[in-house]
C-alpha cells in the first residue's frame, strides 16, 4: 500500500480546530529490523496538553514507535524533534532527562522491591544522590526523599486511595491491576512533559478500564501542558479520552484525524 500523502482532506485540522505548535515531531521515522521495515517514513507530531491516540492492528508499528523513541531500539532514519532538541536515537537516560516518560506493554518492574522503592526509580535523575552528596548532604538527600514521598503518595491516592497506604510492602504482594497502576505513577511522577503509555489498561475490566481514564483526566487537569500519547486497542477508551488520533499500518500512516472521522474511514 502507497503511504497517504502528509496534506490533504484526511489529515487536514477540522473547522474550528486549534492548531498547536508541535512539541514532538516526528519526520521520516524507519526501524529496520534485517529484512522487516517495522516503521516506514513515519510521519507524527503531537502538541503541548494533547492526548493522541495511537491505534492499528497488531505488527503495525505501535510500541516499535515507542521503543524507537525512547531509545530502545537503533532508528534507522528520520528524525525525532523534541521542544526544538534533537533527540533522535538518543539513549533512554538523555530522553528522560529531557522530560519524556513511558509505561510498557509488558510491565517493567522490580518485584522485590517495596511500591515506595519502585515509584523513586521514576526519579533517580531528579534526586540528588552523586558521590558529594552521599558523602556530605546526606540531610539534603533524605529531605529531598521525604518530599518526594509525600508527592508520590498524593499522586498513588489519585488512582487508588488503598494503594497509597501499602508503599512499604513488597511490589510482588499486589494484584496485577495494581502494579499496573504503580507503573503508570511511576512514570508520572517526575511531572513529565510527554507521556507515553502503551495499553495501559490490559487485563483491566471494564469498569477498571473506565475508572483509570476518570484518574488520568484528573492528572491531566493538574497538568493541564503535558501531552500523552496513548496507544490503545479498547476503541472506546479511544473515542472517550483522545482529542486526535493516527492510525498505523504496516509501519505507515494511514491516516489521522478525530475519532468520528478515522472510525468512518474504509480503510480504517
Given amino acids: 500500500r502507497e503511504p497517504r500523502p502528509a496534506s490533504g482532506r484526511r489529515d487536514a485540522p477540522e473547522p474550528g480546530q486549534p492548531v498547536h505548535a508541535p512539541m514532538l515531531e ?3 521515522l ?8 517495522a516503521l516506514d517514513g513515519l510521519q507524527l507530531h503531537a502538541a503541548a496538553g494533547e492526548l493522541l491516540g495511537l491505534i492499528g492492528p497488531n505488527g503495525s508499528g505501535k510500541t516499535t514507535f515507542f521503543n524507537a523513541l525512547t531509545g530502545f531500539v537503533p532508528v534507522s532514519g528520520g528524525q525525532v524533534r523534541f521542544d526544538g532538541k534533537d533527540i533522535t536515537g538518543a539513549a533512554p537516560r538523555r530522553v528522560a532527562a529531557c522530560g519524556i516518560a513511558r509505561t510498557f506493554q ?4 522490580l518485584s522485590e522491591l517495596s511500591v515506595f522503592d519502585n515509584l523513586m526509580l521514576g526519579l533517580h535523575l531528579a534526586l540528588p544522590h552523586g558521590p558529594w552528596v552521599n558523602l556530605f548532604a546526606r540531610r539534603r538527600l533524605a529531605a529531598a526523599v ?3 514521598a509525600a508527592e508520590a503518595r498524593e499522586l498513588l491516592a489519585v488512582f487508588s486511595p488503598a494503594l497509597a497506604g501499602r508503599l512499604a510492602e ?3 504482594a499486589l494484584p496485577m491491576i495494581d502494579r499496573r497502576l504503580v507503573e503508570i505513577c511511576r512514570a508520572l511522577v517526575r511531572a513529565p512533559r510527554l507521556l507515553l503509555l502503551d495499553e495501559p489498561s490490559a487485563g483491566m475490566t471494564p469498569d ?3 475508572a483509570l481514564m476518570d484518574d488520568l483526566h484528573a492528572v491531566k487537569a493538574r497538568r493541564p501542558g503535558t501531552a500523552v500519547i496513548l496507544i490503545e486497542h479498547d476503541m472506546a477508551v479511544i473515542e472517550r479520552v483522545s482529542d486526535r488520533c493516527l492510525v498505523l499500518d504496516y509501519g505507515r500512516r494511514l491516516c489521522e484525524g478525530s475519532f468520528a472521522a478515522v472510525s468512518r474511514d474504509p480503510e480504517v
Fill in 26 to 28: 516526528v519526520s521520516g
Fill in 30 to 37: 524507519t526501524v529496520r529490523f534485517g529484512g522487516l521495515t
Fill in 106 to 109: 509488558r510491565l517493567r518492574l
Fill in 146 to 148: 521525604r518530599e518526594r
Fill in 170 to 172: 513488597p511490589l510482588r
Fill in 208 to 210: 477498571e478500564t473506565a
